[in-house]
């Protein structure tokens, strides 16, 4: 990953192919999520390199040969642990990059990209709903535990909509009827309403859309195809071409000769 990026970094400069975001200057490859993540990727590795408590307790191993439980390991197993988690969900996000080979997985995969929109608004909106709520829940004259402030009102709202508010809980809440009014309110709000709305822009979203996703992934597996072509050589290229046999004429039929320049497939009877 460090010789991909020195690579064409050193190409975007030479060819002055670079993005000003003010007095900033980017190479032109970063400004695509597959460099841009790329670039992450390499960087949680070096820092994994980095912390990595095995090549920490190499002086004081206790006589074990590869372990990672010493003073100095200890202390870096967590920020190492995030790190390794940070790399994995990035190197699984550049993996994605593969539904190119099919072109209804990458119709789906751009679908997908394109209704992150209705969801950041759903989002919006709940994180509004939560807030005025809480405030709401707080000013409230209650003793229920779960609802002592702002910020604890806010997390039990949030595990109401997520479906992980308990049942005990729920037991508690009869007891005070102002909030119990307020939580079904709420639950009415967000779980009944937004819920269904989201659920109802999706699909439109995803009908609206469908159609020109399957054009654009043709479109852009073509555009990888091209990208790809330069890096082919020549050698390899001609030994394809010989391997196509298209100077041979094609059989239509038991000696119905025809034309050539082209690939026979042959189909059901």
Sequence with gaps: WVIYHVKFSMKDIRSNALMRFGRCAIPEYLCQWQGFSSLFLTIFLLAMLCMEPILHCMQNNDGFLFTEHCAEGERLLFPYSIMST??????????SDLSVFSTRVSAFA?????VVSEVALFLFGLTFFVCAFACAVSALEQDDPDFAGIP?????????????????????????????????????????FMLNLLIAQLTCSYQATYLDMVGFARLNRGKIITETMPSVSKRRWEAFICSLRLDERLEFGVGDIGFSRGKQSLGAA
């Design 110 to 114: 751009l679908i997908c990209t394109r």
């Design 152 to 192: 604890k009102s806010g997390v039990q709202l949030i595990k109401m909509t997520l479906g992980m508010f308990g049942g005990v809980h729920y037991d508690i809440l009869s007891e005070y009827p102002a909030l119990m009014v307020a939580a079904v309110c709420y639950i009415i709000t967000t779980v009944v």
């Design 86 to 95: 940070a790399a994995m969900l990035v190197y699984f996000l550049l993996l």
